[in-house]
């Protein structure tokens, strides 16, 4: 039996369809090569943005028109899963539009998965119950096979409730993982060669976990582990383990602690990269989406990092056109876009999402205006990663080695922990190793060297 997944949106779907590889993979099933000689087809789907959801409805009508007989009566046999947030929002509804839908199964529901394998080894139609009540179950592992890079969950769920968002609806309320699994999976992923680690979260800034009996000895000192005392665990273990850097998705300003930042600052397996997304610049839409925070505080909390890690770099989300937005509201983000320059963003427009507070607000702005807003942001960006990637050329950096370059075959790709990338001649044996590098020259964002250096301890 062989199975082939479709991955959208952020890198948590990449770590949970990653735990259902395995639960494939453990059953003896095989990865197929394409969709022709997949027996199950799994989409793994996003909804914070609607264009995410329209993609992927597009690529449901296609998987849906493949099981359609066509006009001679011949149709494709194949068990087709629906997962991920967009299943978890519209539920069973999809099935009324797409009858040839086999299981839909949402964010809670992946318990199931094993249940549907069984139903599609036997070639029948597992009667599964969805229960929406269902906890939130943390996998044990997400390790995808010959890579040496990993994301490890830590977190699911938000409890911010940010007016624009809808993943606390399709999500759920925050639910820490118990740090003696998270341990277990560093241990776990080292073993099979893997360099760097991502912890993962929707806000990895609130992780909270109640000590409990049993617990190893480095966990069970602290009666509450937050999320600097876990960084503190995970460093630890990581160090004994093999583990050469650690990176960390999504922390919401609001929630960052100084003793996160000291935590860091202490211990160079943390690498010098932030992503903070700050939205937008103006207090009053800050509030409207209620982010939790204003932009002096989110500019005190950069000064601060900065202060105690001088090499960092910065990236960020920034959201404009939200309802009610206004010329000086734009000025304000493009002011504090100037003041912290981030070396990239993730920059979009509003687009109303039903179900969220923001949904029904009033003085929504149009479309044209919304472009034209989301264009200036779009350029003062471009123009800050030039210069600050600029600014870097003639550094030595040390460099995880990722892949062959997809430009040039005689290349490879290598990325900084600062979030750099950078090409370099060398051969492909070095794939998943450290090494130094020379930024000599740049090519739109990516830097060029001339050869890749021995890193030694690393």
């Not at 519209?90 to 249940?115: C, H, W």
């Not at 903070?276 to 207090?283: A, C, E, I, T």
């Not at 509003?350 to 179900?355: D, I, L, Q, S």
């Amino acid at each position: 039996m062989t199975f082939f997944f479709e991955t959208y949106g952020c890198q948590m779907n990449s770590a949970e369809s990653a735990a259902l590889a395995l639960v494939c993979k453990e059953r003896g099933w095989s990865e197929a090569e394409d969709t022709q000689s997949a027996d199950l087809i799994l989409l793994n789907t996003c909804s914070v943005r609607l264009t995410a959801e329209k993609r992927t409805l597009g690529r449901i009508a296609h998987y849906a028109g493949l099981k359609k007989k066509n006009k001679q009566g011949v149709s494709r046999n194949f068990t087709l899963v629906i997962a991920g947030c967009m299943a978890q929002r519209l539920g069973e509804n999809l099935k009324d539009k797409f009858p040839q839908i086999d299981y839909v199964m949402g964010t809670f529901a992946r318990s199931n998965f094993p249940l549907i394998l069984e139903a599609a080894e036997k070639n029948i139609k597992a009667n599964i119950n969805i229960n929406e009540k269902a906890v939130f179950s943390f996998s044990s592992s997400h390790y995808e096979e010959g890579h040496f890079r990993s994301f490890i969950p830590i977190m699911h769920g938000c409890n911010n409730f940010c007016s624009y968002c809808i993943v606390p609806y399709v999500r759920g309320r925050e639910v820490s993982r118990d740090p003696q699994n998270i341990t277990e999976e560093i241990r776990l992923v080292a073993q099979r060669g893997v360099r760097e680690i991502t912890l993962l979260g929707q806000n990895v800034n609130t992780y909270c976990w109640e000590r409990k009996q049993g617990l190893q000895q480095e966990i069970a000192n602290s009666s509450k582990i937050n999320f600097a005392s876990l960084l503190k665990i995970i460093a630890s273990e990581a160090e004994k383990s093999g583990i050469k850097w650690i990176r960390f998705l999504s922390a919401n300003p609001g929630d960052f602690s100084f003793e996160t930042i000291d935590v860091m600052a202490h211990n160079k397996i943390f690498c010098r990269h932030l992503h903070l997304p700050v939205q937008h610049g103006s207090d009053k839409v800050l509030k409207a989406m209620n982010r939790g925070y204003t932009s002096q505080v989110f500019l005190k909390l950069v000064k601060e990092i900065r202060c105690a890690m001088p090499d960092i770099t910065l990236s960020t989300d920034i959201l404009v056109g939200f309802p009610g937005e206004t010329e000086d509201d734009v000025k304000m983000t493009l002011d504090l876009m100037e003041e912290v320059k981030f070396l990239y963003s993730y920059m979009y427009h509003f687009n109303p999402r039903e179900g969220t507070a923001a949904f029904d607000l009033p003085d929504r702005i149009g479309d044209a205006v919304k472009r034209e807003r989301l264009s200036r942001v779009i350029s003062l960006q471009k123009k800050h990663t030039n210069e600050l990637l600029k600014s870097r050329i003639g550094s030595t950096e040390t460099v995880l080695i990722e892949g062959i370059s997809r430009k040039n075959a005689d290349e490879l790709i290598t990325r900084t922990e600062k979030d750099e990338m950078a090409a370099v001649p060398g051969p492909k044996s070095l794939i998943g190793s450290f090494g130094k590098v020379v930024l000599s020259s740049l090519k739109g964002n990516t830097f060029r060297a001339k050869e890749i250096l021995p890193c030694p301890g690393v």
